[in-house]
């Protein structure tokens, strides 16, 4: 059966459409009704702060959980709160009830909700999809999520400006659809033929994971190189705002620069099913990484505001192939009972710096400026890709299962 003729996995991805549509929505909706209420930037990056750490912390409990119980009714559950915490903060705006501390509260349960939908998503598209259509599936997962976050902004915008309540209406609307498309891809509760798993305690099953990842040489170097992938690509884009202000640009220059991510990001998708079939995982991370970290330096140029847009939408075209090549890697490698432990590890290792990047990069450009802070941030990365192209494990490392340690 072809992918296309998948239905349970195209009802996944229709859900998974929605929701991302309505998460997107809500990340720009979210920082303007702060703002609106307290009027303070600070108070903003505590809500926002308050979900990514609910969800770190959660992540490598939800992991162990989403292997030890059923897997399609953890999924559907997690969505199911996503939908009350939804209906219950568009309710708390629309009645003028909308304090700050209440909003903390529901960006906790929702990044919980985030720490549990991850790993249960994983091990769902695992169940639904053959190991020989992984990776066109991750490309398709991947062209959605570009495409929610180039409509997302601009829609949430809009919204918002109708009424402070109707993006958090919409975005609940948006958790419903998608916990009933779930519903119907009736997706499977445990692996084909897998005994009960036996629960060994918290520590045990963490570490077991913890321990499958280290053995897997290659794959554990590529995640480190992930890690710093994320940090210095989330420590850039304060920089970059910063010389496109240096150099005369206007918040609309910024805007238009910043959306080559978003339609570099949806050609990549497309495209990363052919590109992710000419190297192999460890040459492409090498690379990809040096893509990057070249891209990064070459923002720097002296050639006016709109320039960043070029290297911008040059190493987003690369993104997506990197994304699903290292996903197909993992879905093929990881035993599927511990799927949802281990991708809980792989992502705390993936992101673990993830909140230490804006910091770095306002430093830098507080410090140094735009554009030495970005040839600070490029440089580094492309020292990070010169120590993957000297690893011999990066260089090598394929998705085979018979080339790691069982």
Not at 182 to 208: D, I
Not at 346 to 352: E, P, Q, Y
Not at 373 to 385: D, T
């Amino acid at each position: 059966m072809s992918l296309r003729g998948n239905k349970q996995f195209q009802l996944l991805w229709i859900g998974g459409v929605v929701s991302q549509l309505g998460t997107d929505m809500t990340r720009i909706a979210m920082p303007m009704l702060v703002l609106a209420l307290t009027g303070s930037p600070g108070l903003a990056g505590v809500v926002a702060g308050a979900k990514a750490a609910a969800m770190l912390v959660a992540q490598m409990p939800a992991g162990v959980w989403v292997d030890r119980w059923d897997r399609r009714r953890t999924l559907l559950g997690a969505q199911a709160v996503q939908v009350l915490a939804a209906a219950v903060l568009a309710g708390v705006i629309l009645v003028g009830e909308a304090h700050v501390w209440v909003l903390v509260a529901l960006a906790v349960v929702d990044g919980v909700c985030v720490a549990f939908v991850g790993p249960a998503w994983d091990t769902a598209i695992r169940g639904v999809v053959a190991p020989e259509q992984l990776r066109s599936a991750y490309a398709q997962e991947e062209s959605r999520r570009h495409a929610a976050a180039l409509a997302g902004p601009p829609v949430g915008g809009f919204l918002y400006g109708l009424g402070q309540a109707v993006p958090f209406v919409v975005d609940c609307v948006s958790y419903l659809l998608a916990w009933v498309a779930t519903l119907l891809a009736r997706v499977p509760r445990r692996p084909q033929g897998s005994p009960e798993p036996v629960r060994k305690g918290m520590r045990r099953e963490a570490g077991e994971a913890v321990g499958w990842l280290w053995r897997r040489r290659g794959l554990r170097e590529i995640f480190l190189i992930a890690m710093m992938l994320n940090l210095l690509g989330g420590a850039f884009l304060i920089p970059l705002v910063v010389l496109i202000g240096e150099r005369g640009g206007d918040a609309l220059n910024t805007g238009t620069v910043f959306a080559a991510t978003g339609i570099g990001g949806l050609a990549g998708a497309l495209l990363s099913g052919w590109l992710g079939r000419l190297l192999a995982p460890g040459k492409l991370a090498v690379v990809f990484t040096t893509v990057f970290g070249g891209a990064i330096v070459a923002m720097a140029l002296p050639f006016g505001p709109w320039w960043p847009m070029v290297p911008l939408l040059l190493f987003s075209l690369t993104t997506p192939t990197f994304n699903v090549v290292l996903s197909a890697v993992v879905s093929r490698l990881v035993p599927e009972d511990m799927l949802g432990r281990v991708g809980a590890a792989l992502t705390m290792v993936s992101r673990g710096l993830n909140p230490l990047a804006p910091v770095l990069g306002g430093s830098l450009a507080a410090a140094f400026g735009g554009a030495w802070a970005l040839v600070g941030i490029g440089g580094i990365m492309l020292v990070v890709a010169g120590v993957a192209a000297a690893s011999k494990d990066v260089r090598t490392f394929s998705d085979e299962p018979n080339q790691v340690p069982a």
